[in-house]
């Protein structure tokens, strides 16, 4: 299973981005797909999830700017972002808890990263 990320990018205050996830590979099922980030200097923080069921969750920085969403036929995660700020500067991880083809049990996988950077 392999996730890429598109979308990131240079942005000033108050813009807005939008992020896309799309798993590939030899996948049976994927339940939860969300979004985590990592600033420089500081520890990878979750974002936002979304679960098989469409439960969402996200972390209190971002509730009411973010919104996660996703295609199920294109196992593709979506983050819109909006009202973004200098703190939202981040690489941003795509992930997925997902089940391969041939396997047994649930795992989670991770994409390379994309870059976010808000100027003030």
């Known amino acids: 299973v392999q996730l890429v990320e598109f979308g990131g990018g240079l942005v000033q205050a108050g813009g807005s981005l939008r992020l896309s996830c799309v798993a590939s590979?030899?996948?049976?099922?994927?339940?939860?797909m969300g979004w985590y980030r990592q600033a420089p200097g500081k520890r990878r923080e979750q974002v936002a999830t979304i679960n098989s069921g469409g439960t969402l969750n996200y972390a209190d920085s971002v509730k009411g700017r973010f919104t996660i969403s996703r295609d199920n036929a294109k196992n593709t995660v979506y983050l819109q972002m909006t009202g973004l700020n200098f703190e939202d500067t981040a690489v941003y991880y795509c992930y997925a808890t997902a089940l391969a083809s041939g396997e047994s049990f649930y795992r989670n996988y991770w994409g390379q990263g994309t870059q976010v950077t808000v100027s003030s």
């Open positions: 590979g030899s996948i049976f099922s994927i339940d939860v």
